[in-house]
């Protein structure tokens, strides 16, 4: 029979002991940290996610508003080419005479700018 290391040969002394206790201590008091600060930036994670669906509606109004300012400008600039034609203006001039008949007729550029490129009249 092949000879046996004795149970009592493996068991550490009780000072070593307590070092691998003291050593343990110190681990778990680490990883309490860290769970305490896997914590704190989960929870402010869910603050982040909950601000989410706001920015989201922020930007698709903005989105919208950006939209609706691009239609506008290009029915202005048509609008501002037809008065340029019509009353041989610059296009300064022309954008200043837009200008007038929107505050004249107290509507905003854009509906008065719209109205000219789908009629191709001149507001009288």
Do not use: C, Y
Not at 27 to 33: Q, R
């Amino acid at each position: 029979m092949p000879d046996l290391p004795s149970p009592a040969a493996d068991v550490p002394t009780g000072s070593e002991l307590d070092k691998t206790i003291a050593g343990l201590h110190t681990e778990v008091g680490e990883l309490h940290t860290e769970v305490a600060e896997l914590n704190v930036e989960v929870a402010e994670l869910h603050v982040e996610v909950g601000q989410l669906p706001a920015e989201v509606k922020d930007l698709q109004a903005e989105v919208a508003h950006l939209g609706l300012a691009l239609a506008s400008s290009r029915e202005i600039s048509a609008a501002v080419g037809v008065v340029m034609e019509r009353r041989g203006l610059s296009q300064a001039e022309a954008f200043d005479w837009l200008t007038v008949a929107s505050q004249r007729l107290n509507l905003k550029l854009r509906h008065v700018a719209d109205s000219i490129v789908k009629t191709g009249e001149l507001p009288g």
